[in-house]
């Protein structure tokens, strides 16, 4: 595998960082390259969310617990659901309080990080 200068074609030896004949900074091969690639595509998944958004949902359908299923917070959000529908309804009582204290914490900032610690918008 013999690498040759991006700048002026001289061969270069295996660990050479610099070329002797011009001194422009060899290129490193593909290893860093990859890393940057598997950065970007983890980004997509870690985007805010919106605080709004989020707190508009526990608004209309906390009783459920459809903000915390959009926020990341899986386990109290099938809490919320489990309790909503194995009292026929009659839970939602209990959740549509809970659910308001969280709307009122999401509009005020109190909770600011989404399920996987990522600040909320
Ligand atoms: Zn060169």
């Known amino acids: 595998m013999a690498k040759f200068c991006e700048n002026c074609g001289k061969p270069l030896k295996e660990n050479q960082d610099i070329c002797l004949n011009c001194g422009v900074a060899v290129k490193k091969d593909t290893p860093t390259n990859t890393t940057n690639v598997t950065n970007i595509n983890t980004n997509p998944t870690t985007a805010p969310k919106s605080k709004v958004c989020a707190g508009l949902l526990a608004l209309f359908f906390g009783t459920i ?57």
């Open 65 to 121: 617990g459809i903000h915390n299923f959009y926020l990341g917070y899986s386990g109290k959000g099938v809490a919320q659901l489990l309790i909503t529908l194995l009292t026929c309804g009659f839970g939602a009582i209990i959740t549509g309080v809970w659910a308001l204290i969280e709307a009122i914490m999401l509009f005020t900032g109190s909770i600011g990080v989404d399920g996987n610690g990522v600040p909320l918008q």
